[in-house]
């Protein structure tokens, strides 16, 4: 069965308090390569039918409308994994 | 007058809102998430709490939730809702207010007396203070830092839609000392600070006397006496 993978992530403008915890925690190993995380989501949805276009527009609507808050967030990629 | 409180899964604060209800004069009537019906209420009240368990973001399943719908609806025409902390969140992921609610700046979950300012009491649930008032009433979250987009920003303070901002300390790092917001029609209140726990003597922040404080029922009293709906 088709497997979809939606994306979501923070604003870019948004501070992660998150992410810059763990960029700090991952600062502790190696020689400053690392100046920033941003943590996101992954979502992977499940479908018993195959992964038509109607489909995955209704996918993409949940995305926008469920799955992420487009006042923070953007949905970043939708895909059908392979 | 009957005045609803909503309990989601991984609501806290339900019990402290039908209480404030009553202290505050009104017959408080228990609500379920997962019902579509409002049993009639004349006024409503989402409170706090962790619903869902934050799963997803905070506030967004219990937004889409079979009661909210009604909610939504109901607001709409006008009926009073106050969301608190969790229930703010939820009014946010309803759309019922604008702008969203982020992981508080300094990472950490945070509880303390906090002091407001009155921003506008023209809504049905801060018709009972003074404009410009200060109060003080508990706050505790991880996730309150206020955030919207510049022109959102611009909209909010332009059309007077902040009704309470944050006095000496901005907690969370909300833009501009968002505390808490109206819609244009005032008939819809959210706010992260908790006035259902400053409702009584002896329960509430410090005032003059150790827990005296009781600045929160002046919002469960505005709803009894709201002109609001009949503008």
Not at chain 2, 2 to 13: A, C, H, Q
Not at chain 2, 70 to 94: D, T
Not at chain 2, 108 to 135: M, P, S
Not at chain 2, 139 to 153: C, H, P, V
């Amino acid at each position: 069965m088709p497997t979809v993978i939606v994306e979501v992530m923070p604003k870019e403008v948004l501070l992660d308090p998150a992410g810059k915890a763990t960029a700090r925690a991952l600062q502790r190993f190696g020689d400053g390569e690392i100046t920033d995380v941003r943590i996101g989501k992954r979502f992977e949805i499940t479908l018993n039918t195959p992964a038509t276009p109607e489909l995955l527009a209704h996918i993409a609507d949940l995305a926008r409308d469920v799955l992420s808050n487009q006042v923070i967030e953007d949905v970043t990629s939708i895909r059908v994994a392979e | 007058m009957r005045v609803g409180v909503i309990t989601f899964p991984g609501s806290l604060d339900d019990r402290d809102a039908l209480r404030a209800v009553r202290l505050a004069g009104a017959e408080p009537v228990a609500l379920w998430h997962d019902s579509h019906d409002l049993q009639g209420v004349d006024a409503l009240i989402i409170p706090g709490g962790f619903s869902y368990g934050d799963y997803l973001r905070c506030g967004a399943i219990a937004a889409h939730s079979p009661i909210m719908a009604e909610v939504v609806a109901a607001a709409n025409k006008g009926l009073p809702v106050l969301g608190i902390c969790n229930g703010f969140q939820i009014l946010v992921e309803s759309h019922l207010l604008d702008g969203g609610l982020i992981r508080n700046d300094h990472g950490t979950f945070i509880r303390r007396d906090q002091k407001l300012r009155v921003e506008n009491v023209d809504t049905a649930w801060t018709n009972r203070y003074e404009l410009g008032q200060e109060i003080t009433i508990p706050l505790k979250n991880g996730e309150g830092g206020f955030i919207a987009d510049e022109e959102t920003l611009k909209r909010l303070e332009g059309d007077g839609l902040v009704a309470f901002r944050y006095v000496d300390v901005n907690p969370n790092g909300s833009l501009n000392d968002i505390a808490g917001l109206r819609n244009a029609r005032g008939n819809v209140v959210g706010l992260m600070p908790h006035p259902e726990h400053a409702v009584e003597a002896g329960f509430g922040p410090d005032a003059e006397r150790m827990q005296s404080g009781t600045d929160g029922l002046a919002m469960f009293v505005s709803v009894l006496t709201d002109t609001v709906l009949s503008k």
